[in-house]
Nanobody, 119 residues
Framework: QVQLVESGGGLVQAGGSLRLSCAAS????????MGWFRQAPGKERKFVAR????????DYADSVKGRFTISRDNAKNTVYLQMNNLKPEDTAVYYC????????????WGQGTQVTVSS
């Protein structure tokens, strides 16, 4: 089991930037992939980005490609989501998640951090 704690959310104007962090503990961080998801009010949770164990492979939802960047620092047991050119439709609770088995399913989740983008 992995414990995940997100931080870095907040209120930002459209066009602005935020960087989310997710600190992991409980298992060797460099052994598993990580993902970011988001859930807007009244909507289902959706995939945002994924990074493999080494950071050498990433994947993004079409809606964030070119604006968001996922990265990780295995020495700090932390995964990041740099969000640039934010839009009001990016408003959501953002969650990080750990894929411990490499199956593209996610086993453990953080508590979420709120991102609000004003127009």
């Amino acid at each position: 089991q992995v414990q995940l704690v997100e931080s870095g959310g907040g209120l930002v104007q459209a066009g602005g930037s935020l960087r989310l962090s997710c600190a992991a503990s409980g298992r060797t961080f460099s052994n598993y992939a990580m993902g970011w998801f988001r859930q807007a009010p009244g909507k289902e949770r959706k995939f945002v980005a994924r990074i493999n164990w080494s950071g050498g492979s990433t994947d993004y939802a079409d809606s964030v490609k070119g604006r968001f960047t996922i990265s990780r620092d295995n020495a700090k047991n932390t995964v990041y989501l740099q969000m640039n050119n934010l839009k009001p439709e990016d408003t959501a609770v953002y969650y990080c998640a750990a894929d411990l088995s490499g199956s593209l399913g996610y086993d453990d989740w953080g508590q979420g951090t709120q991102v609000t983008v004003s127009s």
